[in-house]
C-alpha cells in the first residue's frame, strides 16, 4: 500500500488509542496525551515478564487470548513473545476494525479478532487457552464477578490481568444485628462512566455503571472465581506513575 493511501486510511479508521508504527515515518495518531503514553510500554514489560516467567520457551506452542483487547496491541505483543495463535476478543466492532487493519498492515500472522461480550465468554465455543490476558477491562464493568468466573473457566494455566485499584478500606459491618458483624475483604468502588459512555468513548464497558475494586477485594473476587497463587508482578525500573505507585497493578493466577 502507498503511503499516501495508508494515511488516508488511517484518518478513516481514527481515532487511534495506541501510537502503531505502520511503516517507515507512519504512526497512528494516539489519542491518548503523550506524558500518559508511558503506560503501554510497562504494561507490555510486566506481561512480557509474567509471561516468560511461567511458560518460558513454551510460549512458542501455546494459545492465548486477548479479552478486552480494543486495538490489539497487546495481542500483537503476545504474538512478538512467540505465542503463535492468538485470539483478540472485545464487543466493540469498530476497535476491532482498527486491530484487523493493524494485522494487515504488518503482515502479522496468527493473531485473530472476534466480537464478543467479556460476560458472555463461552468456553464450549471457544476452548481453553494456556494463558488469558485481561488488561484494563475489569474497572470498565458492571460485573466484574460473572467475568472472573467467565475467565476462570477459559484459562488452562495462568491470567494475566491489568487494572486500576482504588484505596483499600478495612472494617467490619453490621450483618443482621448490632452484635452480628462480619468483615470485609475490601471493596468494590462505584463509578459513574455516563458521561464518557455516551459520547461514545471506545474504552469504557458496555454499560456506564462501573466497579473498581481494592487490592484485597480484587485478591478475594480472584481467588472466589477458583483462582489460586495470586501474585503482584512487580513494576519495572522506569514504569509508568500509577504502576510504580500501586494504583493500578499487574496480578497473575493459576488455574
Ligand atoms: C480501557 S480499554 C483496554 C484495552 C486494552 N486491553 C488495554 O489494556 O490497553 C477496554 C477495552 O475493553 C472493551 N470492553 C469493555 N467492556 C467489554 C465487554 N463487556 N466485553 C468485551 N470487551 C469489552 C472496550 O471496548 C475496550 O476496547
Redesign the pocket.
Known amino acids: 500500500m502507498d503511503t499516501q493511501q495508508l494515511k488516508l486510511d488511517i484518518e478513516a479508521l481514527g481515532p487511534w488509542f495506541y501510537p502503531f508504527s505502520l511503516a517507515p515515518g507512519v504512526v497512528t495518531p494516539s489519542k491518548v496525551p503523550q506524558e500518559v503514553q508511558g503506560i503501554f510500554e510497562t ?1 507490555r514489560q510486566m506481561l512480557e515478564h509474567a509471561a516468560r516467567a511461567h511458560f518460558g520457551h513454551r510460549l512458542a506452542s501455546i494459545r492465548a487470548v ?5 486495538e490489539g ?2 495481542s500483537f505483543a503476545l504474538r512478538d513473545l512467540g505465542v503463535p495463535d492468538v485470539l483478540g ?4 466492532e469498530d ?1 476491532l476494525r482498527r486491530a484487523r487493519f493493524v494485522g494487515q498492515c504488518l503482515g502479522v500472522g496468527g493473531v485473530r479478532f472476534e466480537q ?4 458472555e465468554l463461552n468456553p464450549a465455543l471457544l476452548g481453553e487457552f494456556p494463558l488469558v490476558l485481561c ?3 475489569l474497572y ?2 458492571e460485573n466484574p464477578m460473572r467475568v472472573l468466573r467467565r475467565l476462570y473457566a477459559l484459562t488452562g494455566e495462568l491470567l494475566v490481568l ?1 487494572t486500576q485499584v482504588v484505596d483499600e478500606v478495612d472494617g467490619v459491618t453490621e450483618w443482621g444485628s448490632r452484635e452480628w458483624t462480619r468483615p470485609f475483604h475490601g471493596v468494590l468502588a462505584v463509578i459513574d462512566e455516563t458521561g464518557e459512555y455516551q459520547e461514545g468513548n ?5 454499560t456506564p455503571v462501573v466497579t473498581c475494586p481494592s487490592p484485597r477485594a480484587l485478591r478475594f473476587l480472584l481467588q472466589a472465581a477458583g483462582f489460586r497463587d495470586v501474585q503482584q508482578v512487580d513494576p519495572p525500573p522506569g514504569a509508568y506513575e500509577q504502576l510504580a505507585r500501586g494504583k493500578r497493578v499487574v496480578v497473575t493466577a493459576r488455574k
Open positions: 504494561r486477548d479479552v478486552g483487547c480494543h496491541y497487546y476478543l472485545d464487543f466493540r476497535n464478543a461480550d467479556a460476560e488488561y484494563g477491562l470498565h464493568l491489568e471506545a474504552e469504557t464497558g458496555s
